[in-house]
């Protein structure tokens, strides 16, 4: 390798083989690739897959070097957000219909594959449609749809938050499961109370599309005025 001369490591040439097989930008210090956010721990695991083969001792050192170093030189200005896009593991959804099949860098790609098949307008799992029909009446179907829809586009214009009220037992919960499953790392779970009173558990919220809280307490708070900034940003 041309970044290792055997004593020590040239952090510019490792940096861009790096990123020849592996596309990345870092926007406001996070690592993204073409599929979204990625993880430091995941970063450092490549990084020392590649060095264990050359270096044998102070790799935890080396790994967290070359990580900063990789966040440097891949540095980002914020990527551009585009309201009327959804986009999915094969390609981009425009709000229109309009499909398009190439990746584009992003900072909240659903865990989803997009498919031409249909059901009623919209493409569901038959075993979710099964949940559904099971769970809720037609009224309570609409609404749910229509707030995941408004989840799906990086925009606030909705205005809406959604509380899902009732007793234990009911199937709650398997929603918050599904939309796990659906959003993955474009999602955040947490305590409600926490963005209005916890500064750095509000930092979590950068550029997620939605954040779900499958267990709120029921004391009341003193202030809603972050929660409602955000609701209506």
Avoid at 91 to 112: A, P, Q, Y
């Amino acid at each position: 390798m041309s970044w290792y001369n055997g004593k020590s490591i040239n952090e510019v040439e490792f940096c861009t083989e790096f990123v020849q097989s592996r596309p990345l930008k870092c926007i406001g210090g996070k690592l993204y690739s073409i599929d979204g956010e990625i993880s430091d721990s995941e970063i450092c695991h490549d990084i020392s897959v590649m060095l264990t083969e050359f270096v044998t001792t102070g790799i935890s050192r080396k790994v967290k070097s070359l990580l900063e170093a990789l966040k440097l030189f891949c540095h980002s200005e914020p990527i551009p957000v585009a309201e009327n896009e959804i986009h999915l593991l094969n390609g981009i959804l425009k709000t229109d219909g309009t499909w398009i099949s190439e990746k584009h860098f992003c900072v909240n790609r659903l865990n989803v594959f997009y498919r031409s098949e249909m059901q009623n307008g919209i493409y569901y799992p038959d075993n979710f449609l099964k949940f559904l029909d099971e769970l809720l009446d037609f009224e309570d179907v609409k609404t749910l749809q229509e707030y995941l829809g408004y989840c799906l586009i990086p925009s606030t214009r909705g205005q809406a938050m959604l509380f899902i009220i009732g007793n234990g037992g009911e199937g709650k919960s398997r929603i918050g499961v599904v939309l796990q499953e659906i959003f993955k790392g474009a999602m955040v779970t947490g305590n409600f109370q926490r963005i209005e009173t916890d500064r750095f558990f509000r930092y979590n919220l950068q550029n997620k599309l939605l954040m779900l809280d499958d267990d709120m307490q029921m004391n009341a708070l003193s202030t809603t005025g972050i929660i409602k900034n955000l609701v209506t940003a």
